[in-house]
Nanobody, 118 residues
Framework: QVQLVESGGGLVQAGGSLRLSCAAS????????MGWFRQGPGKEREFVAS????????DYADSVKGRFTISRDNAKNTVYLQMTSLKPEDTAVYYC???????????WGQGTQVTVSS
């Protein structure tokens, strides 16, 4: 059974940085894509970034390009989201997601809260 466990959230001032981690277990992920999504207060869940396990190909939402970096450590089965130049509008619960198919995200973590104060 696939399990995704996020960590690294917290409270940070605007302009600061945080690194989120997502530890994945339960199967091999060679052909999978892993993603980060977020849901802010009163907002719908939105895509933040994704990466393929094998090639490391990445994709980002326009709102985070140049500020966030997604990466993975295949040996540790862990995906990271390095967030810099954080803004109050980045405040959200951040979720890790995984998929072996294009266009769907069947597996989700429990989420980790990121709060950016102004």
């Amino acid at each position: 059974q696939v399990q995704l466990v996020e960590s690294g959230g917290g409270l940070v001032q605007a302009g600061g940085s945080l690194r989120l981690s997502c530890a994945a277990s339960g199967r091999t992920f060679n052909n999978w894509r892993m993603g980060w999504f977020r849901q802010g207060p009163g907002k719908e869940r939105e895509f933040v970034a994704s990466i393929t396990w094998s090639a490391g190909s990445t994709d980002y939402a326009d709102s985070v390009k140049g500020r966030f970096t997604i990466s993975r450590d295949n040996a540790k089965n862990t995906v990271y989201l390095q967030m810099t130049s954080l803004k109050p509008e980045d405040t959200a619960v951040y979720y890790c997601a995984g998929s072996g198919r294009v266009g769907v995200w069947p597996y989700w973590g429990q989420g980790t809260q990121v709060t950016v104060s102004s």
